[in-house]
């Protein structure tokens, strides 16, 4: 369960998106994504395979 206190005085704007970033953190919403259809183990490590390339390219660009 997820606990944000409110100080006295803060505005509930604040609060809220302290609320939506730790709801986020949880990645619950990703998890009920990625479960909605069944991905082949291949196609996942194709995926992670094109993303790690991917990452190191930005890497190695920034360099």
């Known amino acids: ?32 994504r990625a479960r909605q259809a069944f991905v082949k183990p291949s196609v996942r490590r194709r995926e992670e395979v094109k993303k790690a390339i991917y990452v190191q390219q930005m890497q190695r660009e920034e360099e």
């Open 1 to 32: 369960m997820i606990i944000v206190p409110v100080k006295e005085g803060e505005n509930i704007d604040r609060a809220l998106k302290k609320f939506k970033r730790k709801f986020e953190k949880t990645g619950v919403i990703r998890e009920l």
